[in-house]
């Protein structure tokens, strides 16, 4: 297995409402469905932002405006250049398993297989804006998108638009990893005749 790029995991931002009191001890395993149980019920606030992992929850750091421009611009290209084949969804519940589920900024995967049938090997691209998160977006988080299969994984550097490219996904992480500057054309290699260039955010922006 080759690397073109390799990097050491970098800490992320942790959110205030955590604790770290059972370091070591045993924790309870919770399953997506009783998280979504809690939601509905009010237990968990539907607003609350966080991902589950191996059931453990994981609270994600807030989204600041430069996040937001950035999955706006970004929401735009995809709305208006996908072909019809395809479709995307921000932010949706990513199920992975039965203990498992992220919100990647956006997923890509084929129209007709639809949303219900989303899952590691259906998704054709994942897209993550990483700033605060950058370094947990790049490294724990690309290799739990490996572990499920998850074709292709985008993480964008929301400061320098600098985007890692993750394929070839595999127990150990991803096989090909490699860094698209922002003039450069991004081409997810199973979403046939969609491009981008990040570069074109910052003449939006301007």
């Known amino acids: 297995m080759s690397r073109l790029v390799t990097h050491p995991i970098e800490d992320h931002a942790v959110p205030l409402n955590t604790t770290r009191a059972a370091e070591g001890l045993p924790r309870r395993r919770f399953t997506v469905a009783e998280i979504e149980a809690f939601v509905e019920t009010g237990v968990i606030p539907e607003e ?3 991902e589950l992992i191996g059931g453990e929850i994981v609270p994600m750091s807030p989204k600041g405006m430069t996040h937001e421009r950035i999955k706006m611009w970004l ?3 995809l709305v208006r250049n996908l ?22 900024d956006f997923v890509v995967f084929d129209r007709a297989s639809g949303l219900e049938r989303l899952d590691g090997g259906t998704c054709l691209l994942a897209i993550e804006i990483g700033l605060s998160s ?36 595999g127990a150990e992480g991803y096989g090909l ?14 979403v046939s005749g969609f491009r981008l260039r990040l570069e074109e955010f910052e003449i939006f922006e301007g």
Do not use: C, H
């Open 48 to 50: 609350e932002r966080f």
């Open 83 to 104: 072909p019809r084949q395809f479709a995307t969804n921000p932010e949706t519940t990513f199920r992975l398993s039965e203990d498992t589920f992220l919100e990647p």
């Open 75 to 77: 929401m735009e290209e």
């Open 177 to 190: 990893v490699r860094d698209v500057a922002a003039g450069e054309t991004l081409e997810p290699q199973g």
């Open 134 to 169: 950058l370094g947990y977006d790049r490294g724990r988080k690309a290799e739990i998108y490996a572990s499920f299969g998850v074709k292709e994984l985008w993480v964008v550097d929301g400061r320098r638009l600098e985007t890692r490219v993750f394929r070839e996904p």
